[in-house]
């Protein structure tokens, strides 16, 4: 009787030799896949942070600058500094800027604490504002703005620039005199545009500065456009009466609904 041949069933070393290069190049292919992915999300998160802060560092801005009186600026001059009066004495003035290390983009109201708007997860590489006047129409601000996400990483570098305008379309209110750049060159409204009426609580002076005894002082004559306009005087008893001129060069006065 013939006994039965054991065979060894293991793996050649051709075998082994195969199996271990297919396992070195599929690691090497899902190093290379995890490797891009990790890339991508460190990349997407950075992009991310930077939509998340530009999107609210513009909000602030447009909603400040509607919200002030006044854009106090030069027109056509780029300025580091963004510079709004408002109607409350405690955030006025009202100024955004990024400070000269590009740490962040600040806001200071009136004589308060400024507080930063950006936070540390980015640097400031950029910050531009420009107000534009419009003739017989509405200011615009333009901001210009980089942001640089704050990373030693450089897969996860990146940086993105955000360009607005925002125009200033409400009335002003203002909170300290209103004076031209240049003396008796500038008019408020003309024969095509007219301010419809106007409100005094003090004195007016026409040529001359006023005076507290006189509500009208002029060192030139008064005209009137038509010959039935005159001046109208109180009466001791608060009737009204008319003075006017007529056609013999007389003066002759009549009784009028007081104004």
Known sequence: MRLPTNKNSGFTLIEVLIYTVIFAVSSVFLVGILGTITRVQSRQSSYNELSEQTSFLSNTIQRLVREASLVDMASGVATSTLTLRTTSSTLDPTTIYADASGTAVYIQEGTSTPIAITDSNVTVSNFSVIKFENAGGPSVVQVDVTLTYNTLNPQAQASKSLH????????????????????NAYDIGNSGNNWKDGYFLGSVGIGTAPVSSAKLKTTGNISFSTSSAGIIFTAPNASCILLQVNSSYQLVTSTIACP
């Open 164 to 183: 607005f305008a925002v125009t200033k379309i409400s009335a002003a209110t203002f909170d300290s005199s209103i004076l031209p750049n240049s003396n």
